[in-house]
């Protein structure tokens, strides 16, 4: 049986099941934001303490939220927010083990294997912009609907678009090009 | 609401590269370790945990919100007692060598315990605080540790009305007013002098 969003939070809002109703949040999300949060780091265990670090946002918040977006579109928000914070405070280290890898791989991306297209294109996403990263993310990967994307990061759909576009353009040129 | 075809759709018109790379897989480097997802609960309630005991160090809520009127309040009950059992006039005579200042009234009192106090203050500093644990004189800031209170109102002797520093009683230094110098006590009274009413100069002289 599936709990609807607004039963979790019911349940959550009562001291004595606050818990358990956590819980249920967690078992319900944990992969989606995890996947999700994967994307903007590379390995397992930059990805687990993000997704712990959303989880403990959640739950110091939860009483504060108050329903103007969906429960989902809120916890995407923090993970996507804690993840850019995450990869900021890295970045000097990120930016030094970009640039080492890439030393000697210029080229075209004719004749490529997949895996190498796929490793481009993540360290293409990684010297992205943060909004646009975080556009790009969410519509790229996790193929979400704009109206909800205007939700997750509280920008308009236009802006999304022309930042989505934007982001694309940067992303196929890093491929093509490195 | 936007099917997933369309949203596939914008990104072939958009970079057909992009696309390929998509419809390929973008999950074959995500290596997620056996039984992960398992955990994630407890792992937070583990982190959760750890995260509250770092941060139990047992201050009430609102405590730095509510010190100085904490303070304050304690201070003024403390005045009111003081002054029930106070009788109203004192005299205190400060001997120096030939020199005698007779001094028998409250206010002037006070204003020399003030005067007092803070000269121990530049004198000794806070270290007097540090070091002494035993002034019975301040257990009624129940909750407040006599060094923190003491640190805080010593740091913040600007912020109190003198009525109400008066209402605390610092031992040492109200003992140690036959100590002070009449050069101290001249000293004093000439900066404050706009603060002695007729009153006072009567009495004094």
């Known amino acids: 049986m599936t709990i609807t969003d607004n039963e979790i939070l019911a349940k959550i809002k009562l001291p004595e099941e606050k818990e358990e109703g956590f819980r249920v949040l967690m078992s319900t999300y944990k992969k989606q934001l995890y996947y999700h949060i994967r994307r903007y780091v590379s390995n397992h265990e930059d990805a687990n303490d993000i997704l712990q670090n959303t989880f403990l946002k959640v739950w110091v918040s939860i009483e504060q939220f108050r329903g103007d977006s969906s429960l989902y579109s809120w916890l995407y928000r923090i993970a996507s927010n804690e993840s850019i914070t995450y990869i900021n405070k890295t970045k000097k280290r990120n930016e030094i083990g970009i640039e080492t890898q890439s030393i000697g791989e210029k080229g075209t991306a004719d004749g490529l294997h997949s895996n190498d297209l796929v490793e481009r294109l993540e360290k293409a996403i990684a010297i992205l912009p943060d909004k646009q990263k975080q556009v790009f993310i969410l519509r790229y990967y996790d193929e979400m609907p704009y109206e909800k994307m205007s939700e997750v990061l509280e920008t308009s759909i236009g802006a999304l678009k022309a930042s989505y576009f934007h982001a694309v353009k940067k992303v196929e040129q890093f491929v093509l090009t490195v | 609401m936007e099917k997933r075809k369309e949203i596939l759709n914008e990104l072939e018109e958009l970079s057909p590269i992009l696309f390929k790379i998509k419809a390929e897989g973008t999950d074959k480097n995500i290596v997620v370790p056996n039984g992960y997802f398992d955990s994630v609960e407890n792992q937070f309630l583990d982190r959760r945990m750890q995260v509250e005991n770092e941060i139990d160090i047992d201050i009430p809520t609102d405590y730095f919100d509510n010190i100085e009127s904490a303070v304050f309040a304690k ?131």
């Open chain 2, 75 to 205: 201070i003024k009950e403390r005045e009111i007692e003081e002054e029930s059992k106070t009788p109203k006039r004192k005299i205190i005579n400060i001997s120096r060598g030939r020199e005698r200042v007779r001094l028998s009234f409250l206010p002037l009192l006070t204003k020399i315990a003030i005067a007092a106090t803070l000269f121990f203050f530049f004198i000794k500093g806070t270290d007097y605080f540090k070091s002494n644990q035993s002034i019975e004189e301040i257990d009624y800031l129940a909750s407040i540790s006599k060094t923190e209170a003491l640190n805080y109102i010593a740091a913040n002797t600007h912020e109190f009305e003198t009525e109400q520093l008066v209402g605390i009683e610092f031992t040492e230094e109200i003992k140690n007013v036959e100590e002070i110098t009449s050069e101290e006590l001249n000293s004093y009274l000439y900066e404050n002098i706009n603060e002695l009413n007729e009153e006072d100069f009567s009495e004094i002289f």
